[in-house]
Every structure is written in structure tokens, then in C-alpha cells.
């Protein structure tokens, strides 16, 4: 198992640079026990108390999909996921992604509002509602382009809410999905790419000991070297 970075950490919370690869936690689909709760229990045993749901995600307070790599914050303790909850609950945390994607965008910001509901019969999310559509929620995020680079554009995401896959569906929505999304998009993966683009680089947010601070999560190097071949065509040739 590739281990996380700690990114930062005091007595009551750890941030830390998910691995893309690693799962959060063990799930049907993914019975494995290479999981980052497995790797903080090991690591923290007092967090095996801690959270709504201790004996399967404990300390867990959000979670990224296992092909995201990124920024993650748990909580060590009950009362530091209590301040924490609230938190991603009432929204007061500024979350932040790098994502490569298909196309070029029309405009070079802009904000996707689209509910998302669970597609019947599947455990995919979709954006085309009806009357068999589950556990519709509203969702909405924010994109800036950063930088055209060929048939691609490398944007930053900002998800206001924070629903399951909620960047990559609404992205797929509007027809520049993320490369290497294989669950919402038929697009054949380009050369140096394996998985999923799509990086948490940062976290804004109010600690327990009444700080407000930024993580930031360095880019891995597969996605770095993605972009600096993508930056240069010529040289990679």
C-alpha cells in the first residue's frame, strides 16, 4: 500500500496527501484491506472511537474516491469530528481540485448547478432526473480554466456541495469529462495516462484550536508528468 503524506497534524486533527489507489474505506465493491482507515488505525489506535460510524470509518469526516489523490483532513478525536462535521455540513469548507479535462470551455469560468440523483438500478450518479431517480440532491460547482494545453483543458474545481462524484458527473454533464474516467466517459484514455486526473490540491478551513488555515497537497508526480508532456508535444515526440 502506498502510504498517505502527512500534510499537517496536532492533537486533534491530520491532514494528509491521499494516494490515488487507495481506498478510504472498505466498501462492497472493494472488500480490501488496504484502506487509509486501516493504515490510521494502525497508525492512531485511539481513533478507533472516534466518529458516527467508528467500526467502519472511523475519524473519517469526508472522503475522495479512490482514484483521487489529494487533500484529506480526519479528525483524531470525537470532539474534533463534531467541529469538523459541522463544518463540511454548513459549508465553511473551501475545497479545491485540479482536474485535467476533455475540450476546450466556451467560457473560461463558470458554475455547473445541476441536481444529482443515484441513475436506477446502478450505483452511478447522473444528472438526468425522473421519476426513478434516488436520493436526488442538489449540487453545484465552480470551474476556472487555467490552461488550454492541445485537445485538454487543465481547470481548477471548486464543489459547493459535496455530493458522491459530484466534479466528475457534472463535468461529463457538460461534455468535457475528466480524463480517464472510465465510470462517465467512453473516451479512450490518451498516452501517459492511467488513471483518473482529478487531484484535491487544497483545503480551507477552521481548525479546532480556532485557527483558519490552507492546506495544500503537492501534485503527483504521474499527473506532473502528464502536464509537462502535454506542455511540451515536441520534445516528447
Known sequence: MTQPKIIYED???LVINKPAGLLVHPIK???SKDTLVAWLTKKYPKIKTVGDDPANRPGIVHRLDKETSGAMVVAKTQKAFEFLKKQFQNRHVKKNYLALVWGKFEMRSGIIEKPIGIKSGTLKRTVKIDENT???KEAKTIYRVKKELGLYSLIEVEPLTGRTH???VHLASVKHPVVGDRLYSQREL???IKRLFLHAQSLELDLPNRKHEKFTAELPRDLNQVLVALANPVLNK
Request: hydrophobic share 35%; no cysteine; aromatic share 6%.
Open 29 to 31: 465493491a472493494y472488500p
Open 11 to 13: 492533537k486533534d486533527i
Open 166 to 168: 459530484q466534479i466528475r
Open 190 to 192: 490518451p498516452p501517459g
Open 134 to 136: 434516488k436520493m436526488v
